[in-house]
């Protein structure tokens, strides 16, 4: 078994502020995923990486940059915190890209803009 | 156009009966068919999953109905648990190297009548 460790919990930043997520797994996964969770909206994914130092757009990149320093960890920046960008975001991870249909999630980072 | 559709944001039901969530699709060339389970808090896990070659996938109380031709599927839990309280997501993939990455649902938050 392995898990995915997000951190923070919570992070609680002012508008316009450079804010960022960091995500480990110890699966020993080649694939990492980043989503965002809005209520009524499901889960949208903003950056995957097939294997260490690569990185590649999902459908919500704008507005976020992300970087896989190492095969076990995959952080996300939101380069300027907006008020309408509070929600949750999910890392995951796969076995391999061939694999991404089987996703394991960490607990989630929720983010509140003051 | 939305790929995976939920056709119900919420579901109540009394204990001890059987749910039905409903869940279609637009493209055809999706061939697997993952429900993943989100509890208040935690990351969605994977519940049950089904491929296209299939019509019907049973695992304990949770079984997948599955009609290619009509593109959709549903999710029946049966003998309803207040431990099944949680956001249910619908997602599908498509086989293929490379091409494995899923698309989710709305997801339907599914509830008991205590």
């Known amino acids: 078994g392995g898990i995915i460790t997000q951190t923070p919990k919570f992070l609680i930043g002012q508008e316009g502020q450079k804010l960022t997520l960091k995500c480990q797994q110890n699966?020993?996964?080649?694939?990492m995923y980043w989503y965002r969770q809005d209520s009524g909206k499901g889960l949208r994914l903003i950056y995957y990486s097939i294997t260490e130092n690569d990185l590649q757009k999902g459908d919500l990149s704008e507005g976020y940059d992300a970087s896989r320093e190492k095969k076990s960890s995959f952080s996300l920046t939101v380069t300027s915190a907006q008020k309408n960008e509070m929600a949750v975001f999910l890392c995951?991870?796969?076995?391999?890209?061939?694999?991404?249909?089987?996703?394991?999630f960490g607990e989630g980072s929720r983010l509140i803009v003051v | 156009q939305q790929q995976v559709r939920q056709s119900s944001q919420s579901l109540t039901v009394w204990e001890g009966e059987t749910a039905i969530l409903n869940c279609s699709y637009e493209?055809?060339?999706?061939?697997?068919f993952p429900w993943y389970q989100q509890f208040p808090g935690e990351g969605p896990a994977l519940l049950i999953a089904?491929?296209?070659?299939?019509d019907k996938k049973e695992d304990g109380r949770f079984t997948i109905f599955f009609n290619k031709r009509e593109k959709n599927l549903s999710l029946h839990i049966k003998d309803s648990q207040p431990g099944d309280s949680a956001t249910y997501f619908c997602?599908?993939?498509?086989?293929?190297?490379?091409?494995?990455?899923?698309?989710f649902g709305k997801g339907t938050k599914f509830s008991l009548i205590p």
């Open positions: 995951a991870s796969s076995r391999d890209i061939n694999s991404g249909n089987t996703l394991y």
């Open positions: 699966f020993n996964h080649d694939t």
């Open positions: 493209n055809s060339a999706f061939d697997y």
């Open positions: 089904i491929r296209s070659v299939s």
């Open positions: 997602a599908a993939s498509r086989g293929g190297t490379g091409s494995n990455r899923l698309t």
